[in-house]
């Protein structure tokens, strides 16, 4: 004989977990909807940029979207026209820079995160409070007293200048990288000890291999901001022509005495300069998420 209440019961289980997925599948078209729309919000400009680099029409406006001709002869101007914008020396520059910068900023940042995480001393978390507010400072509030220092030691219009400015304050950035030391087991440093490892074998031998993500995320992250950066660099250099790095040359091109004839070269340059740390992120996209995740732990 049937049990009634057990049908009955697997009824209602049955339409709950239907409604369960109904509302599953509505929130989850909603977030990919929203997604999409975010998403064509974000590659609109990037499509028009690279529509513009392609168009044979000079100018920086046209009434229409779509050029009448298309042609590479922006791309090729900026290596073969080089005696007004040298862009394959600005690339050059620009690639120098944000090379010795990253170097420099990754050990700064990585060394400081792990001293923070492993060691106890008094200052310490001192320390790491006034870093922290400081860190909150927009760094440009402090560029005229920056180029006067440079300026006295006599670095000014220097691409050394630019890698000591960009690296110098790279350990205020030390709470992503320190959140991800802290995940890393103290026991293996206390075996390590104890097998008579000193703590620079530690940090080398250990540690590091075992911190590829966080690693991943401290390059990037010091990587892109000389590649990018317009302020630090325009104060710096000023007129010294040859040491420009490739914001500060493009945006040369759109002057007001230059815009109409090298808006389209200008197009050309920003998407390619896009392009290397475009490809950089894509490859290491992976470790640089486990990179963010693993250094969200409050330590």
């Not at 004989?1 to 009955?8: C, D, F, G, T, V």
């Not at 609109?44 to 001709?69: D, F, H, N, Q």
């Not at 180029?147 to 350990?171: C, D, F, N, R």
């Not at 493009?250 to 392009?275: D, H, K, P, S």
Request: net charge positive; glycine share 6%; proline share 4%.
């Amino acid at each position: 004989m049937i049990n009634r209440e057990n049908l009955y019961s697997n009824k209602g289980k049955k339409s709950g977990l239907n409604s369960f997925k109904t509302r599953t599948a509505i929130a989850n078209g909603l977030i990919y909807f929203l997604l999409t729309v975010l998403a064509i919000i974000w590659i609109i400009p990037l499509l028009w940029l690279v529509i513009a680099s392609l168009r044979k029409e000079p100018g920086a406006y046209t009434p229409y979207i779509m050029p009448k001709e298309y042609t590479f002869d922006n791309y090729i101007k900026l290596f073969t026209n080089t005696e007004l914008f040298n862009y394959p020396r600005w690339f050059r520059n620009t690639l120098v820079v944000a090379i010795f910068s990253c170097i420099l900023s990754t050990l700064y940042t990585l060394g400081v995160s792990y001293a923070l995480s492993r060691l106890r001393f008094k200052l310490r978390k001192p320390l790491m409070n006034v870093a922290l507010v400081l860190g909150m400072f927009p760094g440009f509030m402090s560029m005229i007293v920056i180029y006067h220092i440079i300026k006295a030691i006599g670095l000014e219009q220097s691409l050394t200048a630019l890698v000591l400015v960009y690296s110098g304050g790279a350990g205020l950035g030390y709470y992503i990288s320190k959140g991800f030391f802290d995940t890393i087991p103290r026991a293996l440093d206390e075996a390590a000890t104890i097998d008579g490892a000193t703590r620079s074998q530690i940090f080398w031998k250990i540690t590091l291999p075992l911190s590829r993500p966080i690693i991943t995320y401290t390059v990037l992250t010091s990587f892109l901001a000389p590649w990018m950066d317009f302020i630090f660099a325009s104060v710096i250099m000023k007129d010294n022509y040859n040491n420009y790095t490739i914001a500060v040359g493009l945006y040369q091109m759109t002057t007001r005495e230059n815009i109409y004839n090298y808006f389209t070269q200008f197009c050309a340059g920003a998407v390619l300069i896009a392009i290397p740390i475009t490809i950089l992120f894509i490859i290491m996209q992976k470790n640089y998420v486990e990179g963010v995740t693993g250094g969200s732990v409050k330590g």
